[in-house]
Nanobody, 125 residues
Framework: QVQLVESGGGLVQPGGSLRLSCAAS????????MGWYRQAPGKQRELVAT???????RYGDSVAGRFTISRDNAKVTVHLQMNSVKPEDTAIYYC???????????????????WGQGTPVTVSS
């Protein structure tokens, strides 16, 4: 099992910055991909950004160039630096962990996804 706890959400003015963090804990060896997704009212959940254990990143089109994802493998945490935020960035942001190694053996790999409870981000003046 993997538990994900997000922090850092809140109210921010348009053009401002916010930093989200997510800490993973539980009975596992490593996590292949960690990332952030968001869901605005009345919309489907969408990709914000993901990062692999090798630090390869992928961004959603609407945030590329404004948001930066980073990861600390030793602490099993992932961060999302949000700059130049816009009202359309308002959403619940969810941390995701995908591809779990439960031991140091490759045979322990499972493609299971885990989700955090979500942290709200509101961009408004």
């Amino acid at each position: 099992q993997v538990q994900l706890v997000e922090s850092g959400g809140g109210l921010v003015q348009p053009g401002g910055s916010l930093r989200l963090s997510c800490a993973a804990s539980g009975n596992f060896f490593s996590i292949n991909v960690m990332g952030w997704y968001r869901q605005a009212p009345g919309k489907q959940r969408e990709l914000v950004a993901t990062i692999t254990s090798g630090n390869s990143t992928r961004y959603g089109d609407s945030v590329a160039g404004r948001f930066t994802i980073s990861r600390d493998n030793a602490k099993v945490t992932v961060h999302l630096q949000m700059n130049s935020v816009k009202p359309e960035d308002t959403a619940i942001y969810y941390c995701n962990a995908a591809g779990i190694y439960y031991t140091g053996s490759p045979t322990s790999y499972s493609p299971t996804n885990y989700w955090g409870q979500g942290t709200p981000v509101t961009v408004s003046s």
